[in-house]
């Protein structure tokens, strides 16, 4: 079965400050890699997804993702945060054997400082 | 520009009570999913649906069951509610890939208390 770690439940960061968050996967086959951002008191969004092709990935709000399949690591990082990036930001896996369901890290929480 | 609806935001249940939770997308899409999110577990997939009245077993399915009689419309039943079942409960949708690669898109969340 697949599986997601996330390797921080928790980050505080300063405001303009860069941020990584850590994910990493088990899967032994080609799988489809995401990240999504919950603010608080809504749902999931997608920040971004890797599907093939170049290994940087961008997406919405500054947001970008490496996917290093010799690690099996999907790290996502911004170079500087602002206030309103404060949300929980979840890994997702799917693809090879799980087919089109999507499993899920344990999330991490940001919580940016003035 | 609601997409996926979750009728209730906010239930308090007692123990042992039936409770129905809604969801409904606007999307025509063909896949509808229920997790339940717990601090520390991130999302846990409880049944998935990929056509109407189909239904399969996520990964913890034990205390619920679903139904899908009409396209847009997913529901989640707790036939006996529990206190262990306390928790966010997320209802997402999607298109079918024949890859793999699905995009969800989420309901707000139904936060559920058991007393």
């Known amino acids: 079965a697949q599986s997601v770690t996330q390797l921080d439940s928790q980050v505080p960061v300063f405001e303009e400050a860069p941020v990584e968050l850590r994910c990493n996967y088990s899967?032994?086959?080609?799988?489809?890699l995401f990240w999504y951002v919950q603010y608080p008191n809504q749902g999931l969004q997608l920040l971004l997804k890797?599907?093939?092709?170049?290994?940087l990935v961008k997406g919405i709000n500054g947001f970008e993702a490496e996917f290093n399949k010799s690690q099996t690591s999907f790290h996502l990082r911004k170079p500087s945060v602002h206030i309103s990036d404060t949300a929980e930001y979840f890994c997702?896996?799917?693809?090879?054997?799980?087919?089109?369901?999507?499993?899920f890290g344990g999330g991490t929480r940001v919580l940016v400082k003035p | 520009d609601v997409k996926v609806t979750q009728s209730s935001r906010y239930l308090v249940k007692r123990t042992g009570e039936k409770v129905f939770l809604e969801c409904v997308q606007d999307?025509?899409?063909?896949?509808m999913f229920w997790y339940r999110q717990d601090p520390g577990l991130g999302l846990r997939l409880i049944y998935f649906?990929?056509?109407?009245?189909?239904?399969e077993k996520g990964d913890i399915p034990e205390g619920y069951s679903v139904s899908r009689e009409k396209k847009e419309r997913f529901s989640l039943i707790l036939e006996s509610a529990s206190t262990n079942q306390t928790s966010m409960y997320l209802c997402?949708?999607?298109?079918?890939?024949?890859?793999?690669?699905?995009?969800?898109?989420f309901g707000a969340g139904s936060r559920l208390t058991v007393l």
């Open positions: 899967s032994s086959v080609s799988v489809y």
């Open positions: 649906s990929y056509d109407v009245k189909m239904k």
């Open positions: 999307m025509d899409h063909e896949n």
């Open positions: 997702a896996v799917s693809g090879g054997a799980a087919g089109n369901k999507l499993t």
């Open positions: 997402a949708s999607s298109s079918t890939s024949r890859s793999g690669a699905n995009v969800l898109t």
């Open positions: 890797y599907l093939s092709g170049s290994t």
